[in-house]
C-alpha cells in the first residue's frame, strides 16, 4: 500500500503542468495549437448576465510580460448569448482608438475593416478566436474555422489591445488573462 501511495505521488510530481480550467461552466483546454493556457475571466453585463468567457492563450507563460510584441498569442472567445458583430466592431473600435495613436490608427484602419467585414456574430455557445503567429500576422477563426488571415504583426499586436493594452475593453478580464492564478 505504501508503495503505491509513493508511486501516485512521483506520478503527481512528474505529471505535465497543462491544465484545463472551468471559468464561468465553461470548459477551457490546458493548449490549444502548441500554446497553453494562460488565463481567463468571465465578462458580465451588471451583475446578472454572462456575455463570454475570454481565454488567453500563450507559448511561454514569460511571453506575458511582453505580450504586446511579436510572441505567439491566442485569444478565445466562448458565448454565452448572441452577440451581434456589430456590438464588438463599435467595442473594438472605442477600444483600438484609446489605445493607439491617431496616425496609427488610420493606418490600420484598411486592416482593421477587413477583419471587422469578415466577424461573425456570436451564437450562445460559439467561440471567436483571434491568433498571432508572428511573421503571418492574425488569425480569425470562428468555431474552429479559419475565417480570415490578416497580414502585419503591427497590425495583430495592435488588435490584441483590445483586451491586453494599456486601456483594454474589460480591466478586469485583462487582469484575469494574464493572471495564471485566475484559473
Known amino acids: 500500500m505504501k508503495q503505491r501511495i509513493q508511486t501516485a ?6 505529471c505535465s503542468t497543462a491544465y484545463s480550467a472551468n471559468v464561468g461552466g465553461i470548459e477551457l483546454p490546458p493548449a490549444r495549437d502548441g500554446l497553453q493556457l494562460n488565463g481567463a475571466g468571465l465578462l458580465r453585463k451588471g451583475f446578472i448576465f454572462n456575455i463570454y468567457v475570454g481565454a488567453l492563450y500563450v507559448a511561454d507563460t514569460n511571453h ?15 458565448y454565452y448569448r448572441d452577440t451581434p458583430k456589430k456590438h464588438m466592431i463599435r467595442v473594438a473600435n472605442q477600444t483600438l482608438k484609446k489605445n493607439l495613436a491617431p496616425e496609427t490608427f488610420e493606418r490600420l484602419l484598411p486592416r482593421i475593416e477587413m477583419l ?13 478566436s483571434i491568433l498571432h503567429k508572428p511573421g503571418t500576422g492574425l488569425i480569425y477563426a470562428f468555431n474552429d474555422e479559419t475565417v480570415t488571415t490578416i497580414s ?11 483586451w491586453l493594452g494599456e486601456r483594454p475593453s474589460s480591466r478586469s478580464m485583462k487582469r484575469a488573462m494574464l493572471n495564471r492564478k485566475s484559473l
Not at 505521488?9 to 512528474?14: K, N, R, S, T, V
Not at 502585419?152 to 483590445?162: C, E, L, Q
Open 9 to 14: 505521488l512521483l506520478a503527481l510530481l512528474f
Open 64 to 78: 506575458v510580460a511582453r505580450i504586446l510584441t511579436d510572441v505567439p498569442k491566442q485569444i478565445d472567445i466562448h
Open 116 to 128: 471587422h467585414n469578415a466577424f461573425r456574430d456570436g451564437r450562445s455557445g460559439s467561440v471567436a
Open 152 to 162: 502585419g504583426d503591427d497590425f495583430a499586436n495592435a488588435y490584441f489591445a483590445v
